[in-house]
């Protein structure tokens, strides 16, 4: 029985059911993380270790960066569960070798047979990875056609029977009765899922309708190859999952071997299809792969290359045998990594490097050196010879107070830069709407590198200002903003504006107005709510103590505010964070943001202001606030959360803002 269950998952996911009810069920404690942490491998480590979880439940993804990172801190976990992705034989040898003798299971079940199905105790050897045999109550079969059970060893469909299996789907009749079967006097769940028993083990193979998994979330080709061959200008569609992390990509002929327009089509899609269906990137060919029978070949299509992702060449390729130190190790951890030979100067986000990769990079580097690597390091550095001279001279390139990180470099000369300004602790959160924007728009994300040396949203713009003047032409910018960094994107244009720069939009996603930031007490809630326990005595002294310090140090910043001789705007010893009157170890941030944001008077614009509002957390009173400084604003919906599992900046949302942001890309 679980002593510490550390939820994860949205309580809008099947999954959490386990945690929640299985610890509940025994007496157990139930460690519910914040959002943030859940996104931070270090702090959801450090929540790990701090509340001495017990049981935890997680994607493989997830596991496997933690495993990466920092298993040394994971020492009162006693059962490690992975499900929602196919778990990797590299993960379950990693497993063994850091965590020996902690139990990890593999299980596996659809939401129409009530979370669990299967489960799996892992042992080291186990390549491929089995789903493993039925729970208590729960029966399986592997079923040929007219659902009879097919010998151990031979390929077939998955069924599911039990008390767990739902009666159907509400409300429509046609769905039921196409998933649900009555055989030999019980009721089963078609998963369309293919599967075989092997050793007594049932062993998951792939979909018997090629639907795709990404991230957990199951979404259906056929249904979005269908929406596009139904637009005018589309004569064949194929859909596959692409990259790291996995994308939807749809690789399409025109009609008459026209040029395809892109942005026209994910636009007609969207009017058709869920948000998380429509395709990041929709690729013209003049024709599609097939297999020697006809049929279209998926294989070869996730094959097919996706222009202005990654580059056609990789740069010069090296033998890292060869090299110095520490640019040696360095490639030879990107090559483990990312599993393909790099040259020096390969680029991180060009060959899909996120934030699981940069940690996996650095905790590889960091064991090649005998040393801690930072993933600012990786930021940084964006190539194997920017981190090894990082790491010669870890003070080169920290002049400057602001980093600067070129998601991409578009080709063509027409599309904005679009200027995203981090509101948390890296610009990760920003690379799935970067990659969802159209190859000819340029991406530069701006955060502090010293964060202690910037105190108010002014300062903030005029650093970023400085470095914009020497990135950009004279091409007319879009300035988005995440939570509070909308506040100082926001101030940015306002800026642009006053000079008479190009500015066309602000995207304002999920912003709450300065003052109004009473939806985030959603995630607050749950945390108090986790205290409630007499052992958590200190963690009420320490939160206390948190908040009393938030509040005197918001005071302080208005002061300061009112009293702007305490850092000199334009002095220098402000760059370097030692002016006069300001003590470094208490200027207050909010991630990567001044805490001054929090108190800080918005300007007025007349630029157009487009506000993303996530229908689960955003009240409308955030909307009128922020058209009291805008006159010509946008309110633009979204399904999902402000931060979490259903983020609104989550992989299958940012289509939406994208969308949102289209009439002002092209001018």
């Known amino acids: 029985p679980p002593e510490r269950f550390l939820v994860t998952s949205s309580f809008?996911?099947?999954?959490?059911?386990?945690?929640?009810?299985?610890?509940?069920?025994?007496?157990?404690?139930?460690?519910?993380?914040?959002?943030?942490?859940?996104?931070?491998?270090?702090?959801?480590?450090?929540?790990?270790?701090?509340?001495?979880?017990?049981h935890l439940l997680m994607v493989p993804s997830l596991y496997e960066a933690l495993m990466h990172r920092s298993p040394d801190r994971m020492g009162g976990v006693r059962v490690a569960i992975v499900a929602g992705e196919a778990c990797p034989a590299s993960l379950v040898r990693r497993h063994h070798e850091v965590l020996p003798g902690v139990d990890l299971v593999n299980e596996y079940g659809p939401t129409e047979a009530t979370v669990w199905s299967t489960a799996h105790r892992v042992?080291?050897?186990?390549?491929?990875?089995?789903?493993?045999?039925?729970?208590?109550?729960?029966?399986?079969?592997?079923?040929?056609?007219?659902?009879?059970?097919?010998?151990?060893?031979v390929v077939g469909e998955l069924l599911v029977s039990g008390p767990g299996v739902t009666a159907g789907y509400v409300g429509d009749a046609a769905a039921t009765a196409a998933a649900f079967v009555d055989l030999d006097e019980q009721r089963w769940y078609r998963t369309g899922d293919l599967a075989i028993v092997s050793d007594g083990n049932v062993r998951f193979v792939g979909r018997v309708d090629d639907q795709l998994n990404l991230g957990g979330v199951r979404v259906e080709p056929a249904e979005i190859e269908n929406a596009l061959r139904s637009v005018t200008t589309i004569d064949d569609a194929i859909?596959?999952?692409?990259?790291?992390?996995?994308?939807?990509?749809?690789?399409?002929?025109?009609?008459?071997?026209?040029?395809?327009?892109?942005?026209?089509?994910?636009?007609?899609?969207?009017?058709?299809?869920?948000?998380?269906?429509?395709?990041?990137?929709?690729?013209?060919?003049?024709r599609l792969p097939r297999t020697p029978n006809g049929k279209l070949d998926r294989a070869a299509a996730a094959r097919l290359a996706i222009p202005g992702r990654v580059p056609d060449a990789m740069g010069e390729v090296?033998?890292?045998?060869?090299?110095?130190?520490?640019?040696?190790?360095?490639?030879w951890a990107w090559n483990e990594v990312f599993d393909v030979a790099v040259g020096p100067n390969t680029d991180f986000f060009a060959i899909g490097g996120d934030s699981l990769s940069a940690v996996m990079l650095v905790t590889e580097l960091g064991t090649r050196l005998e040393r801690d690597v930072a993933v600012a390091t990786v930021v940084r550095?964006?190539?194997?010879?920017?981190?090894?001279?990082?790491?010669?001279?870890?003070?080169?390139?920290?002049?400057?107070?602001?980093?600067?990180?070129?998601?991409?470099?578009?080709?063509?000369?027409?599309?904005?830069?679009?200027?995203?300004?981090?509101?948390?602790?890296d610009v990760f959160g920003y690379q799935q709407l970067a990659r969802a924007m159209p190859d000819e728009v340029d991406v530069v994300a701006f955060g502090l590198d010293d964060r202690r040396s910037v105190t108010t949203v002014e300062r903030y713009v005029d650093l970023v200002l400085s470095e914009l003047d020497e990135l950009r032409s004279d091409r007319p910018i879009i300035v988005v903003g995440w939570s509070i960094g909308g506040v100082v994107a926001m101030e940015l244009a306002a800026q642009l504006e006053h000079r008479g720069d190009g500015v066309v939009a602000v995207g304002l996603v999920d912003t709450f107005f300065p003052g109004e930031e009473r939806h985030l007490w959603s995630n607050r809630w749950w945390k108090y709510r986790s205290l409630v326990t007499p052992r958590a005595l200190p963690e009420w002294r320490t939160e206390i103590g948190?908040?009393?310090?938030?509040?005197?140090?918001?005071?302080?910043?208005?002061?300061?505010?009112?009293?702007?001789?305490?850092?000199p705007p334009g002095d220098a010893a402000g760059d370097a964070g030692a002016a006069d009157g300001v003590d470094r170890a208490e200027v207050a941030m909010i991630g990567a943001?001044?805490?001054?944001?929090?108190?800080?008077?918005?300007?007025?614009?007349?630029?157009?202001?487009?506000?993303?509002?996530?229908?689960?957390?955003?009240?409308?009173?955030?909307?009128?606030?922020?058209?009291?400084?805008?006159?010509?604003?946008?309110v633009v919906p979204v399904q999902g959360r402000h931060r979490g599992f259903e983020s609104v900046m989550g992989a299958e949302r940012v289509g939406r803002l994208v969308d949102g942001l289209r009439p002002y890309l092209r001018r």
């Open 318 to 331: 090296v033998d890292p045998s060869q090299l110095p130190e520490p640019l040696a190790s360095v490639i």
């Open 239 to 286: 859909v596959v999952a692409a990259g790291r992390p996995a994308r939807l990509v749809a690789h399409v002929v025109a009609v008459d071997g026209a040029d395809v327009d892109e942005a026209t089509v994910r636009a007609v899609l969207g009017e058709r299809l869920a948000p998380g269906a429509v395709p990041q990137r929709v690729i013209g060919h003049d």
């Open 123 to 153: 042992r080291p050897t186990d390549d491929p990875v089995p789903i493993g045999r039925p729970i208590p109550g729960t029966t399986v079969r592997v079923a040929g056609e007219h659902g009879r059970a097919l010998p151990h060893g």
């Open 381 to 425: 550095g964006r190539t194997p010879l920017g981190m090894a001279d990082l790491l010669d001279d870890p003070d080169r390139g920290a002049s400057s107070v602001v980093q600067v990180v070129w998601f991409r470099r578009g080709p063509g000369e027409d599309g904005p830069v679009v200027v995203m300004t981090p509101s948390w602790d």
């Open 12 to 54: 809008g996911f099947d999954s959490s059911a386990v945690g929640l009810w299985w610890s509940l069920a025994t007496g157990g404690t139930i460690v519910l993380p914040t959002d943030d942490e859940v996104h931070d491998v270090d702090a959801l480590l450090a929540t790990i270790e701090a509340r001495d979880v017990s």
């Open 593 to 634: 943001i001044p805490a001054d944001a929090f108190a800080h008077e918005p300007s007025r614009v007349d630029t157009p202001v487009v506000f993303f509002a996530a229908s689960g957390t955003n009240p409308a009173r955030t909307h009128r606030r922020w058209q009291t400084v805008a006159d010509d604003l946008t």
């Open 546 to 567: 948190k908040v009393v310090r938030s509040r005197l140090q918001r005071l302080r910043g208005r002061f300061r505010s009112d009293h702007p001789t305490s850092v």
